[in-house]
Structure formats: structure tokens, C-alpha cells
């Protein structure tokens, strides 16, 4: 999760210190693209008002206008990964941050998410993971889409992993792992399936952690 973690909490341009706080949660408070306001989201998520406001810095100083759309994010998230091609991926990224799917993330959609990811149940984490992967949200994971994910992680992380990762491997990969979830051969996998599947095998939760870290 290392990338998300400081794609918007890089500091901004100094600011006089002693009114940064107060600037900052008027300036929340202010800005809604959804109804909450900074104590509902306090509520609503597992980061304190303070996370929230210097969350909300980093996130103000990368996106002034308090949304960002796919295409900044996609700048922004490839300056992590400059040695592949992180397009792809944070093209499906973007999409599970954007969770009423109208072209944009505000500071409070990428905030409940981020708390997810950084703080959720396992339960919590691979419900969002499932999301991820669900590229066309109807409820189901086809082999074709966790091809698509696994894929776009190769594109990013391939060039900068020893030994070199062969051409067939993202297949490969996703051979084994849908096989094991699609526990009653229909070709989908379920939520149910998936979130069995990845807490009950060792070896999916440790791959797991390849997800986990890209994010």
C-alpha cells in the first residue's frame, strides 16, 4: 500500500504554522462533493481529525479543485512506479476509489477507501479487493478480468523483479488462482468464493501481499 500511502500526503509549500490547522478544516469543511463534512468522516473512517487534516494538506496541494480525475491520478501514481507502466492499473485503481462512478475522486471518496486499505478487517479488505478486480461491477469475477488486473501489476512491477518475470507468467498465475476459488466450476467467481478462498489458502494470502503492495 506504500504508494497510496503518500500519493496525497505530500507535504505542501510552507504556510504560516500557526493558522495551517484552522485553514485546513475550514477548507474541508467547505469543500463537499458529498455530504460529509469533516466529523462524519471522522465517524465514518479510522483516521483522527488530526489524520484527516494533514491527509486533506497533501491531497489539496496534488488536487486544489478538491477532486481529482482519472488522468491526474494516473500522473500522479505513475511517479511511483517509473520503471513499468502503470497506466492500466491505475485506470483500475481510479475505478474502485470511484464509487459513484462519475469520472472523479473527491478527498472523502479517496479517504474511505484509503482507511480500508490501511485499516480494515481482512473481511473489509478483501470485500474492496474483490471490487478491484470486478472490473464491470456486476457482482462476479471472470478468469478474463483477474487476467486483466494481474496483468496491468506485471506491466508495472515486471521490469524491477529478479529474475525476470517470463510473458506467460500473469497467466499462469491467474491459472492457478481461479481454479481454486471458482470452487463450483461455473467460470465465475463469487464475493463468497473469493473472500473463502483468500482466507483459507496460505499461499493466495501471501500473493496477496503483491496486491497490497502496489496500492
Known amino acids: 500500500m506504500g504508494a497510496l500511502m503518500v500519493i496525497f500526503s505530500i507535504q505542501p509549500k510552507q504556510r504560516r504554522r500557526t493558522t495551517d490547522s484552522v485553514e485546513d478544516e475550514l477548507e474541508l469543511s467547505a469543500v463537499r462533493h458529498r455530504p460529509e463534512g469533516l466529523e462524519q468522516l471522522e465517524a465514518q473512517t479510522r483516521f483522527s481529525r488530526k489524520e484527516l487534516q494533514i491527509l486533506y494538506r497533501g491531497f489539496k496541494n496534488e488536487c486544489p479543485s478538491g477532486i481529482v480525475n482519472e488522468e491526474t491520478f494516473k500522473e500522479i501514481?505513475?511517479?511511483?512506479?517509473?520503471?513499468?507502466?502503470?497506466?492500466?492499473?491505475?485506470?483500475?485503481?481510479?475505478?474502485?476509489?470511484?464509487?459513484?462512478?462519475?469520472?472523479s475522486v473527491s478527498f472523502e471518496d479517496f479517504v474511505m477507501g484509503l482507511s480500508i486499505l490501511l485499516r480494515?478487517?481482512?473481511?473489509?479488505?478483501?470485500?474492496?479487493?474483490?471490487?478491484?478486480?470486478?472490473?464491470?461491477?456486476?457482482?462476479?469475477?471472470?478468469?478474463?478480468?483477474?487476467?486483466?488486473?494481474?496483468?496491468?501489476?506485471?506491466?508495472?512491477?515486471?521490469?524491477?523483479?529478479?529474475?525476470?518475470?517470463?510473458?506467460?507468467?500473469?497467466?499462469?498465475?491467474?491459472?492457478?488462482?481461479?481454479?481454486?476459488?471458482?470452487?463450483?466450476?461455473?467460470?465465475?467467481?463469487?464475493?463468497?468464493?473469493?473472500?473463502?478462498?483468500?482466507?483459507?489458502?496460505?499461499?493466495?494470502?501471501?500473493?496477496?501481499?503483491?496486491?497490497?503492495?502496489?496500492?
Open 77 to 103: 501514481y505513475a511517479q511511483f512506479f517509473p520503471q513499468g507502466d502503470a497506466t492500466t492499473y491505475a485506470h483500475f485503481l481510479f475505478n474502485a476509489f470511484d464509487t459513484d462512478h462519475n469520472g
Open 120 to 215: 480494515g478487517t481482512v473481511q473489509e479488505k478483501l470485500n474492496w479487493a474483490f471490487n478491484l478486480y470486478d472490473i464491470n461491477k456486476d457482482g462476479f469475477i471472470t478468469k478474463e478480468e483477474m487476467l486483466d488486473i494481474m496483468k496491468a501489476i506485471y506491466d508495472m512491477m515486471g521490469k524491477c523483479t529478479y529474475p525476470v518475470l517470463r510473458e506467460e507468467a500473469p497467466r499462469q498465475h491467474v491459472e492457478v488462482f481461479f481454479q481454486k476459488m471458482d470452487k463450483n466450476k461455473d467460470g465465475v467467481v463469487t464475493i463468497d468464493e473469493f473472500i473463502d478462498c483468500c482466507q483459507n489458502d496460505e499461499n493466495i494470502m501471501r500473493s496477496m501481499h503483491l496486491f497490497e503492495n502496489v496500492l
